[in-house]
């Protein structure tokens, strides 16, 4: 059984910032990429950034600048830095894990969290 489970979602004004975790938890051999996505009210999920387990990064533009992905191996916990939080970001953020559980090839899976309200409102 292999849960992932984000926190660090809140009310924030513009301007501000957030960290958010994401931590994988169970029967777990390894733990390979790390993405997060958000979905607005009304809109369908999208992708905002991935870390790989070697700690390659990549983010969608319009986060560029503000957000900071990162991960701690040894525990198994991905982050999202976010700063300069506009309106725009408010969201249910989620996260993706590619997880391996054993070593036969139905053993590597996408586990997703229920994801962390982000709301950013003056």
């Known amino acids: 059984q292999v849960q992932v489970v984000e926190s660090g979602g809140d009310v924030v004004q513009p301007g501000g910032s957030l960290r958010l975790s994401c931590v994988a938890s169970g029967s777990i051999v390894s733990v390979y990429d790390m993405s997060w996505y958000r979905q607005a009210p009304g809109k369908e999920r999208e992708w905002v950034a991935d870390?790989?387990?070697?700690?390659?990064?990549n983010y969608v533009d319009y986060v560029k600048g503000r957000f900071t992905i990162s991960r701690d191996n040894a525990k198994n916990t991905g982050y999202l830095q976010m700063n300069n939080l506009k309106p725009e970001d408010t969201a249910v953020y989620y996260c993706?894990?590619?997880?391996?559980?054993?070593?036969?090839?139905?053993?590597?899976?996408?586990?997703w969290g229920q994801g962390t309200q982000v709301t950013v409102s003056s």
């Open positions: 993706k894990a590619e997880i391996r559980t054993g070593w036969d090839t139905k053993s590597w899976n996408a586990y």
């Open positions: 870390v790989t387990y070697g700690g390659i990064t």
